[in-house]
């Protein structure tokens, strides 16, 4: 199971977690009353669920050339969506970025 801390405007907003290759789910933190981190997935208690990589992240990752890059860079499997964004995580498009965490703190 890999986890990702995700921050938006450096404010810590949640966990993104990978269960498997087919399921993965955001948590925004207990308390938090911060901006959401997309249109589509307002602030709530309940965690949300994805049977793919979750559009809003899909959106984040590179395409083209800098996705072949990344790939051959990193070795990462062109079906890893979510070692990309972890990849990636600190430079991506706009306020929210993501970070690689084990257990979900800090």
């Known amino acids: 199971m ?3 801390l995700i921050r938006i ?3 810590k907003a949640g966990i993104l977690t990978e269960y498997d290759e087919s399921s993965y789910g955001f948590r925004y933190d207990d308390g938090y ?3 959401r ?4 997935m307002p602030v709530r208690n309940e965690e949300y669920l994805f049977d793919r990589f979750p559009p809003f992240f899909d959106g984040l990752l590179p395409e083209g050339i800098q996705l072949e890059g990344l790939l051959r860079i990193y070795k990462i499997d062109k079906n890893d969506y979510f070692e990309q964004l972890l990849v990636t995580g600190k430079d991506l498009v706009g ?3 993501a970070e690689r965490t084990e257990d ?3």
């Not at 981190?37 to 589509?40: A, K, N, V």
């Open 2 to 4: 890999k986890k990702a």
């Open 9 to 11: 405007h450096d404010l």
């Open 33 to 35: 009353s911060g901006p």
């Open 37 to 40: 981190i997309s249109l589509t």
């Open 95 to 97: 306020a929210v970025t």
């Open 104 to 106: 979900g703190d800090e």
